[in-house]
């Protein structure tokens, strides 16, 4: 999948600010800037960065957590797009977020209450984007329940994506490096 892109789940939340805007909106038609151009180009861009940022690969991946917040605009653009709607508990994302700094527009890292409201309001935002999208194309798993019980996770997860079975992804960890790599802004 490669690192966190940051970039995506911005340009996804740019264009939700335009259109919603009746002056932007107006503005970006008088451009010829069409709803099907922007999404032609949105498209077009999200691709990019998807396939360029990381290694080749088969299957194209982004771990963006924030993209599926517009879930249901990216299967407009992909419609082959699967999402895994990894649910984290809101105390230990809010822990990793303000440890690592990780900066989130509205998000402020000084208060532990703040943020977790804010982390609260965007995974209902997700959920709500997963169950719109259904169950053949967002897939939630509960982070702490593959920790517990990876195996049987993973084989819902490859199942879900369509693929086969292999041994290697219940030790990740010894790949790191070798074609996986992590972000320190993963949370």
């Not at 099907?36 to 963006?64: M, Q, Y």
């Not at 407009?76 to 797009?81: G, K, S, V």
Request: charged share 25%; net charge positive.
């Amino acid at each position: 999948c490669g690192q966190e892109t940051r970039v995506i789940p911005r340009l996804l939340q740019l264009r939700y600010h335009w259109l919603k805007s009746e002056k932007e909106s107006l503005r970006l038609e008088q451009a010829g800037i069409t709803k099907e151009v922007l999404d032609s180009a949105i498209a077009a861009f999200t691709l990019e960065i998807i396939a360029r940022h990381g290694e080749p690969a088969p299957r194209l991946c982004n771990k963006d957590p924030l993209t599926i917040k517009m879930g249901t605009y990216v299967v407009e653009l992909f419609p082959n797009a699967k999402f895994v709607f990894m649910v984290r508990d809101g105390r230990a994302t809010v822990h990793s977020i303000i440890s690592r700094q990780v900066t989130i527009t509205g998000f402020d890292l000084s208060s532990y209450r703040q943020c977790l409201r804010k982390w609260n309001t965007a995974v209902e935002a997700m959920n709500e984007q997963c169950k719109k999208i259904g169950p053949s194309r967002c897939l939630r798993v509960p982070y702490e329940q593959l920790v517990l019980h990876p195996r049987s996770w993973m084989e819902r997860v490859l199942k879900f994506l369509e693929l086969p079975w292999n041994e290697t992804v219940l030790h990740h960890q010894d790949y790191i490096n070798n074609g996986i790599s992590l972000s320190k802004y993963v949370i």
